[in-house]
């Protein structure tokens, strides 16, 4: 049973360039959240899809945007890509919005140049 | 709103002592605490929970008490192993709405043979 898949792992951007990360959720799955770790930080929560709409979103500005599709996958776009945008970008999954318990993948690791 | 206060690290041990990492939490109501675990460069995996006041979370060895008079959710050990060296968070969710994971700044603890 696979777990949370994101892709790409590492990847490198220019600043200003726009980025599009991916995430499959877990099996069974079907609502995902977006967290941004920067370097030696604790995760910070971008937003949160289901049923292919925004359900919560967290202190992030309008240059965070996200998907998710039919299939319950979804990504992650950010534009105008600045400095401090570096930073490893984790998908998480669950099943429904209310079960409290989510199951992260490796991360996306940016670096912005 | 809802926030996650932790035990600065790092913190260095030697296999087979006991560890205790601090955590204390604001919110309002009843949330739910978290303890997740992060291995050099992978995601994260939960490692305990407990929903309600006065519940203990465990897992391999490790243990949390949910003490909501004191507002606070510390992870202990009492025999850490090499392979326990990774980076601690503790984290909450809130009620109702707020299902996003509101995370501390991690603990790094390295356990040296």
């Known amino acids: 049973d696979a777990g949370v898949t994101q892709s790409p792992t590492h990847l490198i951007k220019t600043r200003g360039q726009q980025v599009t990360l991916r995430c499959s959720p877990k099996s069974g799955h079907d609502t995902v959240s977006w967290y941004q770790q920067a370097l030696g930080q604790g995760p910070q929560f971008i937003f949160q899809y289901y049923e292919e709409e925004e359900r919560q979103r967290g202190n992030f500005p309008d240059r965070f945007s996200g998907h998710q599709f039919p299939n319950y996958s979804s990504e992650l776009n950010v534009n105008a890509l600045l400095l401090g945008d570096s930073a490893l970008y984790l998908c998480a999954s669950r099943l429904g919005p209310s079960l409290r318990t989510e199951t992260f993948g490796s991360g996306t690791r940016l670096t912005v140049v | 709103g809802d926030s996650v206060t932790q035990m600065e690290g790092p913190v260095t041990l030697s296999e087979e002592a006991f560890l205790t990492i601090n955590c204390t939490y604001t919110?309002?109501?009843?949330?739910?605490l978290f303890w997740y675990v992060q291995y050099p460069g992978e995601g994260l995996q939960l490692l305990l929970k407990a929903t309600k006041a006065d519940d203990k979370g465990s897992n391999k060895g490790f243990e949390a008490t949910y003490r909501k008079e004191t507002t606070s959710f510390h992870l202990e050990k009492g025999s850490v192993q090499v392979s326990d060296s990774a980076v601690y968070f503790c984290a909450l969710t809130g009620q109702r709405n707020d299902y996003k994971l509101s995370f501390g700044a991690g603990t790094t603890v390295t356990v040296r043979a």
């Open positions: 919110a309002t109501g009843y949330p739910s």
